[in-house]
């Protein structure tokens, strides 16, 4: 079972709307959780990460938010461009040692005319 | 720049064959990982390598080999193996530090005819 739930799977909205995308986790320990952003056909870049103790952090159009008690983020864009079409993709990291990614399946978001 | 890239962009391989798929970073990390991406589907970890002249195998290793015979390269070959090996290839590297943010390649398309 997969330990990081994305939700939507898909998203359509129009240009200048605003959108939140969801992220769920059961993974533990908790490091900290990145926000990649993915173009078609693109390597994924990383847009924010939260630890622990952080509940918002934003980069430009782009508002993460972590609820760690819950287990739970959220990407908030806002303002929509068409070039905010892409594949968003939540990353988990667990406290250990060796490999400790967890990737969701992320949220597929096209912004339309 | 620095950077991860990979060659080549697209690639085609008949059935039985054999295929290696090139990871080149010039970023000085000593992490270097493959995943595999299939449609609806998150990233899935393949091999990765923690330093030259070791690796690991990830999730889904049956059907690949890899080789780090030097920091700056992490080859991934493609067996005839592999049963179903049509998929996007990325190759990422990580640094130190504990926010270390893995850095993805542009990614290598395979198709088998």
């Known amino acids: 079972k997969n330990q990081v739930e994305q939700s939507p799977q898909s998203l359509i909205i129009l240009e200048g709307k605003n959108c939140t995308l969801q992220c769920n986790y059961t993974v533990s320990p908790f490091s900290n959780l990145r926000w990649y952003k993915q173009d078609t056909g693109r390597g994924p870049v990383s847009l924010t990460i939260m630890t622990f103790s952080e509940n918002t952090k934003s980069n430009g159009r782009y508002t993460a938010t972590l609820d760690a008690d819950t287990k739970q983020s959220s990407l908030h864009i806002t303002a929509s461009q068409l070039s905010d079409s892409a594949s968003y993709i939540c990353v988990v990291r667990v406290s250990n040692s060796g490999y400790a990614l967890n990737f969701g399946k992320g949220t597929s978001l096209l912004v339309t005319p | 720049d620095g950077g991860i890239t990979q060659s080549p962009k697209y690639l085609f391989r008949k059935e039985g064959q054999n295929v290696t798929l090139s990871c080149e970073q010039n970023l000085n990390h000593d992490a270097m990982y493959w995943y595999r991406q299939d449609p609806g589907q998150g990233l899935r970890l393949i091999y990765y390598?923690?330093?030259?002249?070791?690796?690991q195998k990830g999730d889904i290793a049956e059907g690949y080999s890899v080789s780090r015979e030097k920091k700056e390269s992490f080859p991934l070959t493609v067996t005839s193996a592999q049963k179903n090996p049509t998929a996007f290839y990325l190759c990422?590297?990580?640094?130190?530090?504990?926010?270390?943010?893995?850095?993805f390649g542009p990614g290598t398309r395979l198709t088998v005819l």
């Open positions: 990422a590297s990580t640094g130190e530090g504990y926010f270390n943010e893995q850095f």
């Open positions: 390598s923690q330093i030259v002249n070791d690796f």
